[in-house]
């Protein structure tokens, strides 16, 4: 490598440590935090068809309005992911019969997408308690920053693609020393405890998080010759992880030890946001769990707390759509807010956190899209429980759960036990 290189290269690095200090868990400047200051504003009604018609019954929700909102999701904020099949070929690339201390079988698998020289593996990371000989129900969640981040367990796979490291800093090459790096935010031990699996891959083995154009990962697979040039309605990277979850979700409905009927989609932040997603677009998701997810995931645009669709489609431009961007500074002309984005999983149990100090993602916002779902959960003889928002720590678990725990924004063991517990009553 000459100079010229080294000093790109360094460059580089210096750059996305700092877009990444600037993007994860900060509270960036100038941006609104003061309730006072919020402008009313109206949302649109989920029961209240685009032709004028009143939603009155779960039928016409199923058949009319929920397709309709859809639609309106794929084409405006998400994009449209491809709905043809391609081939996918599985390997066991390991297993473990003594794993976690001996209660847990681990397998390593690889799910190869694609064909010819137009593949993609993705790397799940699967552990199952030992006890049961029943199909278990299990956890789906996409990591950050590596299988190997999740769990000090050595046996754990480095992935071979680019990561972040503990510094935010993009490398080209997963290190051992970051082994076990986010294992506070995997309650693994105790999943396996309460009788679940527990399944996670590295979203960067789906799709990468810069923008490449799309050049690489998932969409890559399906592009057309580069004439062809993609349409603002194209889907964008949260479609594309979401879409990855779908196909882990089709192997796990393949392999005996699990119930494909009781999978619960988990994602934290940007990937809260996919797992909402993910739940939206694929009705198997039997649960949706979305951990301080914010703006472009629970939380209401309209109300422009925090981060604000154009500051997402500035900071991050490969993440929706292209359509979105005509709502920066126009959140009032979407036809869709989030609300409609958690209807969507009705009228299967979704469960929304929030945390306090993590204002950027607007808590209060995430908890009113909640209550605004209610009413399409209500055409199915569900509800949500709470008409206001519930103090801190105090978590609500109707068919819609939510909570607002202390502290910032994270994954914590506070949080998997409202997870664990809201599963124990719904997929048991
Ligand atoms: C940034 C971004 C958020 C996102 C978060 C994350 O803070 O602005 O929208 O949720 O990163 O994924 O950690």
Not at 43 to 70: F, H, M, N, S, Y
Request: one cysteine or more; hydrophobic letters at 35%.
């Amino acid at each position: 490598m000459n100079i010229g290189m080294k000093l790109n290269s360094l460059l580089g690095r210096i750059y996305s440590f700092l877009i990444f200090s600037m993007t994860m868990n900060a509270q960036p400047k100038g941006y609104l935090y003061d309730e006072s200051k919020v402008i009313p504003y109206e949302l649109p009604d989920p029961l209240v068809c685009q032709d004028g018609t009143k939603v009155e019954t779960a039928q016409t929700w199923i058949e009319k309005r929920r397709p309709e909102i859809l639609k309106l999701f794929k084409e405006e904020v998400y994009g449209e992911s491809p709905e043809n099949k391609i081939p996918m070929r599985i390997e066991i690339v390991e297993e473990g019969q003594d794993a976690l201390g001996g209660k847990a079988i681990r397998n390593q698998v690889a799910i190869i997408l694609g064909e010819s020289n137009r593949t993609r593996s993705i790397n799940l990371l699967l552990y199952l308690p030992k006890v049961s000989n029943q199909p278990l129900p299990a956890f789906l969640t996409l990591n950050f920053q590596g299988n190997h981040t999740v769990h000090s367990d050595p046996a754990i796979l480095l992935p071979n693609t680019w990561v972040r490291n503990r510094n935010g800093i993009k490398d080209n090459c997963a290190r051992e020393i970051d082994r076990g790096l986010a294992a506070s935010r995997w309650a693994i031990s105790d999943m396996i405890n309460r009788g679940y699996a527990f399944a996670t891959v590295y979203y960067g083995d789906i799709d990468p998080d810069f923008d490449d154009g799309f050049q690489n990962g998932a969409h890559a697979l399906f592009s057309q010759s580069d004439s062809e040039r993609r349409k603002p309605s194209d889907w964008g990277s949260i479609a594309g992880w979401a879409w990855g979850l779908s196909r882990c979700l089709d192997y796990l409905e393949q392999d005996p030890r699990i119930d494909g009927k009781r999978v619960a989609v988990m994602g934290h932040s940007r990937l809260g946001k996919t797992s909402l997603w993910a739940g939206a677009i694929d009705e198997r998701f039997a649960m949706v769990i979305s951990n301080n997810s914010g703006c472009g995931g629970a939380a209401l645009s309209r109300r422009r707390f925090g981060e604000t669709v154009k500051r997402i489609n500035t900071s991050f431009p490969h993440w929706f759509c292209e359509n979105y961007k005509k709502y920066n500074d126009k959140e009032e002309n979407c036809p869709v807010d989030q609300h409609m984005l958690i209807a969507l999983t009705a009228p299967r149990p979704v469960y929304i956190a929030s945390a306090e100090e993590d204002r950027w993602a607007d808590p209060k916002g995430e908890f009113l899209s909640a209550l605004h779902a209610e009413p399409v959960y209500q055409l199915f003889g569900k509800s949500f429980g709470a008409k206001k928002r519930p103090i801190l720590n105090h978590p609500v678990h109707g068919q819609i759960g939510y909570h607002v725990r202390n502290g910032k924004h994270d994954v914590t063991a506070y949080d998997w036990n409202q997870y664990l517990d809201f599963a124990d009553q719904h997929l048991k």
